[in-house]
T-cell receptor, first 116, second 115 residues
Framework: DTGVSQDPRHKITKRGQNVTFRCDPI?????LYWYRQTLGQGPEFLTY????????KSRLLSDRFSAERPKGSFSTLEIQRTEQGDSAMYLC??????????????FGQGTRLTVV | AQSVSQHNHHVILSEAASLELGCNYS??????LFWYVQYPGQHLQLLLK??????LVKGIKGFEAEFIKSKFSFNLRKPSVQWSDTAEYFC?????????????FGKGTHLIIQP
């Protein structure tokens, strides 16, 4: 499968625990995005990488959230000290575009996080 | 910052009916516009996109959208819907080079096609 892959698909965690999600983009796509989607809403942009550089972060990305893309390939999104409000679908997307070029983003299936 | 407004949150149509889903965005500069679809249990997929040129763009599965710059609109249309078009539809915008490379999505329209 050459699409965007996310792992795990589902995660249930207790409040206060840390969680980490992984995203493998489409090979050779140099842009990688993280979004969060809650019930009844459209996806909300969190952050994006151009290769290994994190170029843009949303105000939604509190200091409990951190994202990395150490080698410019896969990315991880970590949430520390999870809260019930963090329950959502976390989506990853990738695109081949360079800076200033409009290209479409390809989305993964998402990781559904439930904080109990 | 840009925003996207989708006017219809739930739409129910019969097969063969015509469809138009409204989308308006707010941003003063150059934008790229997208419609994504999410079928039940599946990931978001691109229906169509507008970057520049002809404001009437055609996408997959018989969908089209028209960019009207003066109205800041990018409405999605299909002349005759099918039961398989039942899905969630999202309008999205970004402004590459304007510090907003990530997509801003509308809240979505849940479309149900009755056989």
């Amino acid at each position: 499968d050459t699409g965007v892959s996310q792992d795990p698909r589902h995660k249930i965690t207790k409040r206060g625990q840390n969680v980490t999600f992984r995203c493998d983009p489409i090979s050779e796509h140099n842009r990688l995005y993280w979004y969060r989607q809650t019930l009844g809403q459209g996806p909300e942009f969190l952050t994006y990488f151009q290769n290994e550089a994190q170029l843009e972060k949303s105000r939604l990305l509190s200091d409990r959230f951190s994202a990395e893309r150490p080698k410019g390939s896969f990315s991880t999104l970590e949430i520390q000290r999870t809260e019930q409000g963090d329950s959502a679908m976390y989506l990853c997307a990738s695109s081949p575009g360079g800076a200033g070029i409009g290209t479409e983003a390809f989305f993964g299936q998402g990781t559904r996080l439930t904080v109990v | 910052a840009q925003s996207v407004s989708q006017h219809n949150h739930h739409v129910i149509l019969s097969e063969a009916a015509s469809l138009e889903l409204g989308c308006n965005y707010s941003y003063g500069g150059t934008v790229n516009l997208f419609w994504y679809v999410q079928y039940p249990g599946q990931h978001l997929q691109l229906l169509l996109k507008y970057f520049s040129g002809d404001p009437l763009v055609k996408g997959i599965k018989g969908f089209e959208a028209e960019f009207i710059k003066s109205k800041f609109s990018f409405n999605l249309r299909k002349p005759s819907v099918q039961w398989s078009d039942t899905a969630e539809y999202f309008c999205a915008v970004n402004a590459p080079g304007g510090g907003a490379d990530g997509l801003t999505f509308g809240k979505g329209t849940h479309l149900i096609i009755q056989p």
